[in-house]
C-alpha cells in the first residue's frame, strides 16, 4: 500500500510555516534579493538560508530538482520568490511560492 501525501493539509502547513517565519524570510530574502534566491527553512531546527536556484538544485535528487526547475521559472515568470521547507523529523520537503511585493510590503 502507497502512502498518499494529503496535499491540501500540507499547503495548509506550508502556509503556516511561512507565516511563522515571515519576518526572517524577507530579511533573507532582501539580503541577496540581486540573485533572487531559493529561501529554505529547515525544521526542526528553525534555520533560514538563501542559496541560488543551481546551488540548491545539487542538494536535490533528480525528481525534486526537476520541480525546482519548474518552479523557479514560473516564479521568475510571476515575479516571486520560491519557498522551500524542509523537515527532517518528518522527512518532508514542501515548496511554495510568495509575492515579492508581500516580501517587500511584510505580508503574505
Known sequence: MRK??????QAK???????RYWQQIQTVYHEFSNKRPVIEI??????IAAYSAN???KRLNARSRKILIEA??????QNEALVFVKDSSRKTLCSG???INAVAEGGS
Open 97 to 99: 511560492l510568495v509575492s
Open 4 to 9: 498518499t501525501v494529503d496535499e491540501p493539509a
Open 55 to 57: 546551488e540548491y538544485s
Open 72 to 77: 523557479y521559472r514560473m516564479a521568475q515568470a
Open 42 to 47: 529547515r525544521l526542526p531546527a528553525r534555520k
Open 13 to 19: 502547513a506550508f502556509h503556516v510555516v511561512v507565516g
